[in-house]
């Protein structure tokens, strides 16, 4: 199979996503909204930076330090102008990008979601079977933000043949997006599963940290995350267990991040680190004793079933699509995103409780052998793209 995959090449989530596909031999021609490294597994990368993708400052050689700095600074209004602005420049691309589809004559298109990647996928003629993801905040934050994302975001689902979600929730809304429900349609982990036996690999042998740990592995997502609650509840939660280090990728420099260590004086307790790998990553969930992921909108977190796998207990926010992985009490607590007061009480409960911690680990492997390991994902995959395209 001759598939075309158009994503943010940058992506960990892109990066896997591919990595679960090839063992199934197809040739895999990605493109990039991004300028982004060699992707192992991909034949050729065709860089296409629709929605002012260069602004973000992440450029393939990892440059550009200044353009990250002022869009952490200006993010929420970097990402007004992007709902605003960003499907107006799909059609400036679309002649580049069916000149493109018209050379590497792909068997399939899979946008891996739908603002900006799918939005330009939109432009693939008919004769062609593309597959559409959603994840994330797809439906609950970026297409409602205006008329010209909501616009966007239905020509998408229109044109799309079969539609792939990291969560049943969002098979359900794209029906009221102007997805044809008698379409194929199927719910996997966003990342392409989980390795299993990669991260017991990666983790073997590292036991909880003393002093214990908490790990926030969500870095700043605009209208999503809500780290103001994460960081007014660190306080709350030093109040019983002074000693508690907070662990927390992706904050590194970020404005935000440091305004709210030094408001509430918390510097003592909080590490902000850069960007870390993936086996970092895991290895500090193996560190933590609680992983915590408060957001308003959200899809299946990919750390979520990171963090569960390795047995780190999660503390997320209240939402359907969380809780379609975790059930309150039994392996897990769900909160309020927007109460601190019941964030620290859950983690404190995390903190103190070992024999819940057990039973949620022991539940959540469980969970992700029967729904989110690797093997299984795949297969769930390659089945879904056989029907699109009749390739056995």
Same mark, same amino acid.
């Given at each position: 199979?001759?598939?075309?995959?158009?994503?943010?090449?940058?992506?960990?989530?892109?990066?896997?996503?591919?990595r679960?596909?090839?063992?199934l031999?197809?040739?895999?021609?990605?493109?990039?909204?991004?300028?982004?490294?060699?992707?192992?597994?991909?034949?050729?990368?065709?860089?296409?930076?629709?929605?002012?993708?260069?602004?973000?400052?992440?450029?393939?050689?990892?440059?550009?330090?200044?353009?990250?700095?002022?869009?952490?600074?200006?993010?929420g209004l970097?990402?007004?102008?992007?709902?605003?602005?960003g499907?107006?420049t799909?059609?400036?691309?679309?002649?580049?990008?069916?000149?493109?589809?018209?050379?590497?004559?792909?068997?399939?298109?899979?946008?891996?979601r739908?603002?900006?990647?799918? &939005?330009?996928?939109?432009?693939?003629?008919?004769?062609?079977p593309?597959?559409?993801?959603?994840?994330g905040?797809?439906?609950?934050?970026?297409?409602?933000?205006? /008329?010209?994302?909501?616009?966007?975001?239905?020509?998408?689902?229109?044109?799309?043949?079969?539609?792939?979600?990291?969560?049943?929730?969002?098979?359900?809304?794209?029906?009221?997006?102007?997805? !044809?429900?008698?379409?194929?349609?199927?719910s996997?982990?966003?990342? /392409?599963?989980?390795?299993?036996?990669?991260?017991?690999?990666?983790?073997?042998?590292?036991?909880?940290a003393?002093?214990?740990?908490?790990?926030?592995?969500?870095? *700043?997502?605009?209208?999503?995350?809500?780290?103001?609650?994460? *960081?007014?509840?660190?306080?709350?939660?030093?109040?019983?267990?002074?000693?508690?280090q907070?662990?927390?990728?992706?904050?590194?420099?970020?404005?935000?991040?440091l305004?709210?260590? !030094?408001?509430?004086?918390?510097?003592?307790?909080?590490?902000?680190?850069? &960007?870390?790998?993936?086996?970092?990553?895991?290895?500090?969930?193996?560190?933590?004793?609680?992983?915590?992921?408060?957001?308003?909108?959200?899809?299946?977190?990919?750390?979520?079933?990171?963090?569960?796998?390795?047995?780190?207990?999660?503390?997320?926010?209240?939402?359907?699509?969380?809780?379609?992985?975790?059930?309150? /009490?039994?392996?897990?607590i769900?909160?309020?995103?927007?109460?601190?007061?019941?964030?620290?009480?859950?983690?404190?409960?995390?903190? &103190?409780?070992?024999?819940?911690?057990?039973?949620?680990?022991?539940?959540?492997?469980?969970?992700?052998?029967?729904?989110?390991?690797?093997?299984?994902?795949?297969?769930?995959?390659?089945?879904?793209?056989?029907?699109?395209?009749?390739?056995v």
């Open positions: 199979m001759n598939l075309l995959i158009i994503a943010d090449g940058r992506s960990p989530i892109t990066r896997r996503w591919i679960m596909l090839q063992p031999n197809y040739t895999i021609n990605l493109v990039s909204t991004y300028p982004c490294q060699p992707v192992d597994g991909v034949n050729e990368t065709i860089l296409f930076p629709v929605a002012f993708a260069g602004l973000s400052g992440s450029q393939a050689g990892g440059g550009a330090r200044g353009g990250r700095k002022v869009v952490s600074r200006y993010r970097a990402a007004t102008l992007r709902h605003w602005l499907p107006l799909i059609t400036h691309a679309e002649k580049d990008y069916l000149e493109l589809l018209n050379r590497l004559q792909p068997d399939l298109v899979h946008a891996l739908i603002p900006y990647e799918g &939005m330009l996928a939109s432009r693939t003629p008919t004769g062609i593309l597959v559409i993801s959603t994840w905040n797809d439906f609950t934050y970026h297409a409602i933000s205006n /008329g010209v994302m909501g616009s966007a975001t239905r020509r998408a689902l229109l044109r799309a043949d079969g539609l792939i979600s990291d969560t049943v929730r969002d098979l359900r809304i794209a029906r009221a997006w102007s997805f !044809n429900p008698a379409k194929p349609a199927v996997v982990p966003g990342n /392409g599963g989980i390795d299993l036996a990669e991260i017991e690999n990666i983790t073997q042998g590292i036991d909880p003393v002093p214990w740990q908490v790990i926030n592995p969500r870095g *700043f997502r605009s209208g999503s995350v809500r780290n103001d609650t994460f *960081f007014k509840s660190i306080p709350l939660i030093l109040s019983l267990y002074p000693e508690v907070f662990i927390c990728p992706w904050m590194a420099g970020q404005p935000e991040a305004s709210w260590v !030094n408001r509430l004086r918390i510097l003592d307790n909080v590490s902000l680190l850069p &960007m870390i790998s993936q086996a970092e990553l895991w290895r500090e969930f193996a560190r933590s004793l609680v992983s915590v992921s408060v957001s308003e909108h959200d899809g299946t977190p990919n750390s979520l079933l990171e963090a569960i796998a390795i047995g780190c207990l999660p503390v997320c926010g209240d939402i359907e699509s969380i809780r379609e992985w975790i059930r309150n /009490g039994e392996n897990g769900l909160v309020d995103p927007a109460d601190a007061y019941a964030l620290a009480e859950a983690v404190q409960r995390g903190i &103190m409780d070992e024999e819940f911690r057990r039973a949620a680990a022991a539940r959540n492997r469980e969970i992700i052998r029967e729904r989110a390991e690797i093997t299984i994902v795949r297969q769930k995959v390659a089945e879904f793209y056989q029907r699109m395209t009749g390739f």
